[in-house]
Structure formats: C-alpha cells, structure tokens
C-alpha cells in the first residue's frame, strides 16, 4: 500500500495536510508587499517560539547550515571553544569550530547521558585566564534521546562570561526552552523538526552580547553573515533569494502552534514522550537513557528485545504497518532504535506505534 | 482576481503544476532507498545540464549560498582574485571573496556592457608572477541582462593558469554553458531559475584542478565544504538533510527538461528572447543591452518610453494584467525594467507580456 507512511523518526517528521498544500502554491516573489507581510507574522512568530525578543534569522539551510552559521559568525582562527557532547549532534559543533580555525577542547561524556553541571563548572572555573570564548551544547542529542540540563548549564556559562551557542534542531517547539529568560547567547534550529514543515529552512537567534562577538570576527564569510540577515530583517525581507515555499509553508505552520498555544504544544510532547516510555517499559523493553530527568521529549532511544534484532524491528515495521523508525548512529547503530515524537505527532501516533511494535516483536519472536 | 499571477521575473520563474504538486507530498525520509534512488537521477541529470562529468553537489541554499560555496571552499586569507564585473551579481563574488580574507581585484565595465577579452588577457598577462589565484566572472548578469562570452574568457583564465569560478544562477539552463569543453573550473546555479522548481536549492560543480586547490583551504568551513558533499555522493545522498520535497520536485522538472531536451530548452529561451527583444523594439522601446550578442536569454532590460516611469508600468502591469516584472536594481532602480524569460515561459507568455506591455503604456500616454 502506498502513501500510507507514518514517518515516526526525528525529523523530517509529519506535516500537517493544509501545511503540505501551502508548499504546492506558485512560489510569491520575494520582493514584494505580499511577501514581507508573511514574512514580518513568521518573524514575530518565531521569536515567540524562541522565546526570545532578538531577531530570528531564517536561512535557506538546513539544521547544520544554522550550526555553521552560529561559529562561523563568531570564531576567529586560533580562538578556543569548549564543546560539551553528549554524541554526534555535540561533537559536530567540535568539528564546525575546527573547520573555522578555532581550538575544539571536548568535555564527553558516554553515549545516552548528560553533563554534569559541576563538572562544567569546574573546568570553567580552572579558566582562570577566560581563553575559552564559546562554549557549544545540544538540548536533546538527536543520537540518543538525552537532553542537557540547558538552563543550569547556560547559567554557569553565563557566570564564567563565555558566550553560550546552543544546538535546538530536535528542541525548539517540543521542549521548552528560554532564550533570553536562560541567557542563552546563541540558539539554532530547523525547519523539519518541531515546526512541522519539510526541510529546508533553518533558523538562528543571537543576543546583543553575540552580536558584538561577532562584530569582531575576521572572516565570517557571505552566505550566513548575521549582520546581512539583521539588516534586512529591518527592510521586511532576507538578503538573498529565500525559499519562498516553504515560508509560506512556515506560515501556516506557526499558525497552527499558535492556535494550540505553545505551553500546550510542549505539554502534547511532554505527554506524548512519557506514554511512549512508559509504554514501552510495559513491554519489557530497556530504553536507552532510563531517567525520565534526563530523557528529550523528542526522540526516544530504545533497545530491541533479546534475539530481536534492530534491522528485522525496522523492516516489520516498515513492510508490515508503514512505519519509519530510526536506527542508531555511527557505534549505536544496530544497537538502538530512536522514535520520534517531535512535531505533528498525537496521541494516536503513540497508541499506534506501539500496538505496531508490539505485534513485530511478536512476529520476531515467533520466527526465532 | 486571485491567483492569476504571471511571474516574468529573472526568478523565482513560473513552475509546472506536476512540479508544484510534488512539492506538496509529504517527505520522503532522506535515509532511505527510495529517496537515494530519486537523488542519484537527479545527480545524473544536474551533470547533462550542466554538461559535465564532475559531480553537481546540492546544497539546501539559495543562489548565493553556491557562491559563497565556491569560494569559501577555494580561498585562503591574503589570496588575490580578479573579479570581472558588469552589474550586481558581479561585484557579489568580489565582496564574497573579501568575507573570507581574500584581496579582490575588480575588473569593471559600465552597466550593460560585457569584459573585453583582450582587456582581461592584457591583465592576466601582466601577472607573471601568477599572483591571481581566481578569477570570478557571471555569464548572465541578472541585474543588466547582459552575457559575457564564458567560452573565451574561460579560455584565457586557462591559459594564465588561475581557476575561473562562474555565476551560472541565472543562466545554467536557459544559455548554452559548456563546462568541460569551455574548462570551466567552478559552476554556481539556482533552483528557482532555469530549473523551474520553487528557490531553496543551488547547484555546485567542480573541476579536479577546483578540487586541488580546494585541498590547500585551511579554513573551508563546515556545511558547504566540497569534501562532505563529494563522500555523501558516493553513497548516495547528501552530508546533511536535503530539502527532500524541492529535491523530488526537482526530479520532477529535470524529468521534464530531458523530454524536451536540451538543446531544444535552450533553442526556446534564445527564441523566445530574441522575440521580445524584436517586439519590443518594434514598440519603438529601447532595450539597455542593445547588441543581440552580449543579450543574456534570460532576463531582458528595457527603458520605459518617454513620459513613463518604470513604477507606473510595473503598477500598471501587476494591477490591470497580474503580471510582474521585476524593477533595476541599485543605480538602475526606476530606470529600467526587467522582463524574466527563465525556465518555464513559453511563446505563448511573451505574445501575453507584449500585448499587456503595449496595453500598460498606451494607458499611460493617455493620462499624462
């Protein structure tokens, strides 16, 4: 059967139908009365989702496009930035800094937990002479279904005066997060995650603190320079082409969080992630990162059954019901499967996807 | 009346309904088979467009994202390039140069002329210490609506020894550009162009003299960087989410242009051009680039006739026709307009453009 794909991965995930039919509109010129308005109600709207009150830059990108564009903004060559990574998603913002000439130290931590403020904050505190201009994390690591403690650890950041740059692809819209009220420096997103919409788009907002960084950078190359984006953001439109389809996409998407509010928006996938966890302890299964404290609401992380492996869950899933799941990533791969609950996902969802692995493992087992 | 709309602007250019209805399906996961499948035909057919044997790398970005691509990957700081310039998007690639540490040298003409190869041969020759790393040039300058001669100007930048980086955004598809057979070491275009898909996408394609230089770039930065793309297409997919649904539609129009041709799609842009050019002069207007062999077939300049002013015409035109062309832009804002003949236009739509052209001005002399 065709076209019935419930796409349960973190990201692209599902997007709404009305959202869909915006994307196959005759593209609106982008230099035009029409178009500006759209884009000043997406612009408002983002910085309401941000939670912030600085502007929110859209780049035509995708989620690393807006990762790069937070360093290469900031970083001049020989300047030191300390990564703290908790798996792939942490440990890109390593590499990025590195291909811009900066010196990446990593505080790692295993695959599933978390940083330790404490351990930030004394590595911090050993810095006694402030060479480290930037310190990089991710809210909920894509890899494994962790989540940092964002708040606190941008607090700590905030007190040593580093600037903070955040990684909020799989977050922003599904988990809540306080740009200005947490001190956050620099927050990036995208656009095929918590905003319901195909890929594409990325977004990025900075603090005035970042901003003056920034003004000091050497190269911080064309594309992605922020101070072309803010200017502008200031005449109602992007300085270059952007993908007007799936702004308009945006648009519409934006409206739809609005209407369900966005505490609601962040409760359904609160609510969501903890049926789903909940329902697959039931099960019998082992989740990866076991303390809901430290679990993202965004993706779930979860071990196959003894005897079953993780590409016969996927392929039941997927030939049997039309189910996406996502593999593991780099060393978690055949080791985990990850669940997305992020964006235009309900309850149902849940209930199906479950009933859905319930009856694959079933079947798996039965063929052992 | 709603939804008439007739863009002839130099992008974004009309798209094709099967185009447009691809967009609205819902994305294909970009970790799957399937969607390796629509990529690597869509690789195969950007290659016989861009008539080249090298890869064409996609990058979610726009236009301009390319050309910051192009040299971002290619420039250390304190490199000399030699920028020739006739209009905006000339002068972009000096600018974008200089964001990465680069001097830029400019080689400008007024606009709506082309560089004299002789003027640029004369340059190169007096480099003998082969100081200039790259030189930068546009074929279809969007802004004038002239065309340089690629063939030859790539010919002498060959013969110097230094790399020639093309602005291909608003031509690749609509003039003949041939990279390989002309030694064309870097080719930049846009999706919203001659590849009659909604903006959001740019294409890259690199010769292996590119990619050596590119080897030498100490700081080549992350999400564009040559290397990622080159090893993603090995395996059939892109280093970061692709913006899947432009991608499909992608696929869609490219499907579209090899049931044409190529020789035919661009047989139909020079025809189609050259009969507006002699429409318009037959209308008694003057066309800013006057000599048909420097005309690009892509976007048509025009002076309003005396007594008119560009912004009534383009009133004129939007109100009464639903009809847009684009403004100058910069130094030529209100002193000439724009008429996009790009990716899907038939003869059909220029018989229509004249017609309400000759409509708009006739209304205008009569209430001046």
Known sequence: MKDKTLLMIPGPTPVPENVLLEMAKSPVPHRSSEFSAIFDEVNNDLKMIFQTRNDVFI????????????????????????????????????????????????????????????????????????????????????????????????????????????????????????????????????????????????????????????????????????????????????????????????????????EEGLENVLARHRENAMLLRNSLRQMGLKLFVEDDSKASFAVTSVFPPDGVSVPSIRKVLKDDFDIIVANGQNDLKDKIFRIGTLGFVSERDILTVVAALQAAVKKLKLQS
Request: proline content about 4%; charged content about 20%.
């Open 59 to 258: 780049f035509a990108a995708s989620g690393t496009g807006a990762m790069d564009a937070a360093l290469s903004n900031l970083v001049n060559p020989g300047d030191k930035v300390l990564s703290l990574v908790i798996g792939n998603f942490g440990e890109r913002w390593a590499k990025i800094a590195e291909s811009h000439g900066a010196i990446a130290e990593r505080l790692t931590v295993p695959n599933g937990e978390t940083i330790n403020p404490e351990v930030l904050k004394k590595r911090l505190d050993e810095d006694v002479n402030k060479e480290i201009k930037i310190v990089t994390l991710t809210q909920s690591e894509t890899s494994t279904g962790a989540v940092n403690d964002v708040k606190t650890l941008c607090k700590i950041i905030k007190e040593h005066g580093a600037l903070s740059v955040v990684d909020g692809v799989t977050s922003v819209g599904a988990i809540d997060i306080k740009t200005d009220e947490w001190g956050i420096d620099v927050l990036v997103s995208g656009s095929q995650k918590g905003f319901m919409i195909p890929p594409g788009l990325a977004f990025l907002a900075a603090s005035e603190k970042a901003f003056e960084v920034h003004k000091q950078c050497k190269y911080p190359g064309f594309y992605f320079n922020w101070s072309s984006y803010k200017k502008s953001l200031a005449q109602h439109t992007t300085p270059y082409t952007p993908a007007v389809n799936l702004v308009v996409a945006l648009h519409a998407a934006l409206k739809m969080i609005k």
